[in-house]
């Protein structure tokens, strides 16, 4: 049987590439992380791709990395970075990938999990809470548009978002 892929997505923080390390494990498939798959492509972080190319330039990787991806074997989880499926274009080659499970975390909770983050150049320089307070409001219809499952991670262990995912998408 062909294996269903599952595609995470939500805000930086959400524990996107933890759970999905975890989940891929669990189910003998493979792990993709998209923002380690493009810093790998261009050999550069991403803080130095927004600081030397613009964020447009990454957004289009995104893109070009979404659309290889339909091409790719099946059977892998992937990792997507927080802004990936907020392009209408992504969203749609997103659900074609596989089942989109969107990890609803709260902004409290990100702050607190991207407290001493540096890595993330959206969040750089001083309003970090203003700055996860509006982009999270902003975001929030997206998210729940591209996806076709809501996880709410709060008080949730690993083992039990593990457990929703494979009862709820993994049919
Ligand atoms: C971004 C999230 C990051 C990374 C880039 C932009 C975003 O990934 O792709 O810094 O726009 O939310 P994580 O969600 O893994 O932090």
């Given at each position: 049987?062909?294996?269903t892929n599952i595609v995470l997505i939500g805000f930086m923080g959400a524990g996107k590439s933890t759970v999905g390390r975890k989940l891929a494990g669990a189910f003998d498939m493979k792990f993709l992380d998209a923002d380690?798959?493009?810093?790998?492509?261009y050999k550069m972080k991403i803080s130095a791709i927004f600081a030397e190319q613009g964020e447009e330039a990454f957004r289009k990787a995104e893109t070009d990395l979404c659309?290889?991806?339909?091409?790719?074997e099946n059977g892998f989880v992937l990792a997507t970075g927080g802004g990936m499926p907020l392009?209408?274009?992504?969203?749609?080659?997103?659900?074609q990938i596989?089942?989109?499970?969107?990890?609803?975390?709260?902004?409290?909770?990100?702050?607190?999990r991207v407290k001493n983050d540096?890595?993330?150049?959206?969040?750089s320089g001083p309003d970090r809470e203003e700055k996860v307070n509006a982009l999270f409001e902003e975001r929030?219809?997206?998210y729940l548009e591209a996806?076709?499952?809501?996880?709410?991670?709060?008080?949730?262990?690993f083992y039990a978002m593990i457990v929703e995912i494979q009862k709820n998408c993994m049919k």
């Amino acid at each position: 049987m062909k294996k269903t892929n599952i595609v995470l997505i939500g805000f930086m923080g959400a524990g996107k590439s933890t759970v999905g390390r975890k989940l891929a494990g669990a189910f003998d498939m493979k792990f993709l992380d998209a923002d380690a798959l493009i810093e790998k492509k261009y050999k550069m972080k991403i803080s130095a791709i927004f600081a030397e190319q613009g964020e447009e330039a990454f957004r289009k990787a995104e893109t070009d990395l979404c659309r290889q991806l339909l091409k790719h074997e099946n059977g892998f989880v992937l990792a997507t970075g927080g802004g990936m499926p907020l392009r209408k274009e992504n969203a749609e080659l997103l659900k074609q990938i596989g089942k989109v499970v969107f990890l609803y975390t709260k902004p409290d909770e990100i702050l607190r999990r991207v407290k001493n983050d540096t890595s993330r150049p959206l969040l750089s320089g001083p309003d970090r809470e203003e700055k996860v307070n509006a982009l999270f409001e902003e975001r929030l219809p997206k998210y729940l548009e591209a996806a076709d499952y809501v996880l709410e991670t709060e008080g949730k262990s690993f083992y039990a978002m593990i457990v929703e995912i494979q009862k709820n998408c993994m049919k």
